[in-house]
């Protein structure tokens, strides 16, 4: 288990659990066409791939999804983070990415077991994606959380 | 747009920047990825979008005729209105919305060619503007049957070997896999084709600008390379229907074709329906060819 006290510096305190709860709140509140733009926000936000990644993308493809999606989940020092690509034709896919690595950046790798299924139900995004295209959210969810326990525990 | 069997259902994107004030039409954008028009989309289009809006969300079916109705009457659209659709994708989606139109008996639907990746090639502006229209009237007709296939005129369909057309990809086709290539395996537990099935890949029909191809290489891709015929009853089917959607509007509207149904069923529930045959391998195979149907694993591969 990481220690808590090892989380310093710029990167906000709040945990895991809590950065995705207000991060649901924020989207709960919109209506479906506020909620199509306050993903493609966070689409915007996701910074290019470094290059170093680019070479590797082999095994980081997430073939439930419908798009080609590449996620690094990695777990450095003990703090959690999420390095990704997602095709520009995706952007909602690459919102929700964006929100994953928001919420996990800088953080102990035992707190990503709080990314459980139940976050994409909260946020109500399946009312405005259909039941197809949540179904490939939620791979990308458990694929980082298991990712990220993983190489935390490891 | 020479040569075409209908050539008035499609309009070009100038026709559409011509035409985004009129009353009379109503663009409409359908998308895989509804972010896409959330970022920018032809002034003053509406969105449709093919999960949230047209699925009844309880069936699995298309939304019944009062749901379609009030999604209608929602994006201004009237009966006598010429909807204009476009999308991602060679327009892949937009002549799934295109197709659920004619299922309610809509009159006037026309394309935008190339859709989204010939309107940003064209040079021509993006709106982030949301987009309200004044509500509309509207009244559909009963589902038209002869543009749908359901699973037991399929099997009749088979049985009287008529022309079939699967427009999944060769792997998909094979057997060899359940899913589009980069795309998610949407639970069907037995692979193959349909048997007496030829195979001709949707998005063949369409040049790299997202545009259709020209008559003269539609014909030979679907005339002269699998040999279909305009006048015999065809059947187009994918995974989900949506792909054969864009293969039933090329042989309807592009080609001329006189009876085409897609089948929405597709293969999501062909291949996971009791006792009905399937064929394996590069050959189309036939119910009167038992090397072919289901029951022999290899198939003809």
């Known amino acids: 288990m990481a220690d808590e006290a090892a989380v310093t510096g710029g990167t906000a305190g709040d945990s895991v659990a809590e950065r995705l709860a207000r991060i649901a709140d924020e989207f709960a509140d919109l209506d479906s066409r506020d909620k199509l733009e306050l993903l493609v926000e966070y689409a915007a936000s996701l910074p290019p791939l470094p290059a170093a990644y680019a070479a590797r993308r082999g095994d980081s493809r997430v073939h439930e999804c419908q798009t080609p999606v590449f996620l690094w989940p990695e777990v450095i020092d003990g703090r959690a983070g999420l390095v990704a690509e997602v095709a520009p034709e995706a952007p909602t896919v690459k919102g929700f990415v964006a929100v994953l690595a928001e919420a996990v950046a800088g953080r102990p790798a035992a707190e990503a077991a709080a990314l459980d299924d139940t976050f994409i139900d909260r946020t109500g995004l399946t009312d405005v994606l259909g039941i197809l295209r949540s179904r490939g959210l939620r791979a990308i969810l458990a694929r980082v959380r298991k990712s990220l326990l993983a190489a935390g525990a490891g | ?301």
Request: net charge neutral; with cysteine.
């Open chain 2, 1 to 301: 747009m020479p040569g075409y069997a209908h050539p008035e259902v499609l309009v070009s994107t100038a026709w559409v920047a011509e035409h985004r004030d009129d009353p009379r039409v109503r663009i409409v954008e359908s998308d895989e990825d509804r972010g896409l028009y959330t970022m920018g989309h032809v002034p003053g289009a509406v969105e449709i979008d093919w999960q949230v809006d047209l699925q009844d969300p309880l069936q699995r079916d298309y939304i019944d005729r009062a749901a379609f109705e009030r999604l209608c009457a929602a994006r201004g659209i009237a009966n006598d209105t010429t909807v204009v659709l476009y999308g991602d994708k060679n327009n892949w989606w937009a002549c799934y919305t295109f197709w659920v139109f004619k299922l309610y008996g809509h009159a006037d639907c026309r394309i935008m060619d190339g859709g989204r990746k010939r309107w940003e090639l064209d040079g021509r502006p993006w709106s982030t503007d949301r987009v309200s229209p004044p509500a509309a009237r509207y009244t559909a007709s009963e589902q038209d049957g002869s543009i749908r296939a359901l699973r037991d005129e399929v099997l009749r369909h088979v049985k009287a070997g008529r022309q079939l057309l699967d427009v999944r990809s060769p792997e998909e086709y094979r057997g060899e896999r359940m899913h589009m290539p980069d795309y998610p395996n949407e639970g069907a537990v037995r692979g193959g084709h349909i048997p007496g099935a030829v195979n001709v890949p949707w998005a063949r029909a369409c040049n790299d600008d997202g545009t259709f191809k020209s008559v003269r290489d539609l014909e030979k891709l679907y005339l002269r390379e699998v040999k279909l015929k305009r006048r015999s009853p065809t059947i187009a089917y994918c995974r989900i229907g949506e792909r054969s959607s864009l293969t039933w509007f090329v042989l309807t509207y592009l080609l001329g074709f006189a009876n085409v149904k897609n089948y929405d069923g597709s293969w999501l529930e062909w291949g996971n329906a009791v006792r009905v045959p399937i064929a394996k391998g590069e050959h189309p195979g036939g119910v009167g060819q038992p090397a072919a149907v289901g029951g022999s694993p290899d198939g003809q591969s």
